[in-house]
T-cell receptor, first 114, second 114 residues
């Protein structure tokens, strides 16, 4: 069983479109994250959710809206896609008590905006 | 704010060579420190961690010691294998209540040739 699964794995879309990336974890974790990895492999936190509550929003544009319907899911919706949004997006989860350092990461979603 | 600086790659070694990837950090308080590994086309995996000064994390022949006096957490392996080829990320997480994110270094690409 995959611990943290993201769909889709690849996403190619045109500028201006709206798209969503889904993430699910079956580890019983209470904290979930979205990270963005740019073309130079640099990883940066975007959002953290704990028990469905937004804890961190790291100065991400309003076009990005995370939604956590329950503790096992954290979806990422992106409006009006721009070329600069092209990146690999990673979902992760952890137990709050253990801390983010023991997070499990998904396989990533490679978003290409053309 | 927190930051992590790791040596820029790429690093290219022959099989059985000794590996060191330098990592230094800036943080308030006493962060936890981590090394993550990203194999080609995959998500990140926790390689090892240390949560307090002088702790040594180890896994799969890799080691790193938390050095508070030099604010460093260098990754070492005595004899690398071709299968160790990957991108290695040093990261830190704040201690205490606001530990909902990892701050990553820029990653170091390691290529091991037979």
């Amino acid at each position: 069983d995959t611990a943290v699964s993201q769909t889709p794995k690849y996403l190619v879309t045109q500028m201006g479109n709206d798209k969503s990336i889904k993430c699910e974890q079956n580890l019983g974790h209470d904290t979930m994250y979205w990270y963005k990895q740019d073309s130079k492999k640099f990883l940066k936190i975007m959002f953290s959710y704990n028990n469905k509550e937004l804890i961190i929003n790291e100065t991400v544009p309003n076009r990005f809206s995370p939604k956590s319907p329950d503790k096992a899911h954290l979806n990422l919706h992106i409006n009006s896609l721009e070329l600069g949004d092209s990146a690999v997006y990673f979902c992760a989860s952890s137990l709050q008590g253990v801390g983010p350092g023991s997070a499990f990461f998904g396989q990533g979603t490679r978003l290409t905006v053309v | 704010g927190n930051s992590v600086t790791q040596m820029e790659g790429p690093v290219t070694l022959s099989e059985e060579a000794f590996l060191t990837i330098n990592c230094t950090y800036t943080a308030t308080g006493y962060p936890s420190l981590f090394w993550y590994v990203q194999y080609p086309g995959e998500g990140l995996q926790l390689l090892l961690k240390a949560t307090k000064a002088d702790d040594k994390g180890s896994n799969k022949g890799f080691e790193a010691t938390y050095r508070k006096e030099t604010t460093s957490f260098h990754l070492e392996k005595g004899s690398v294998q071709v299968s160790d080829s990957a991108v290695y990320f040093c990261a830190l997480a704040d201690s205490g209540g606001s530990n909902y994110k990892l701050t990553f270094g820029k990653g170091t690409l390691l290529t091991v040739n037979p």
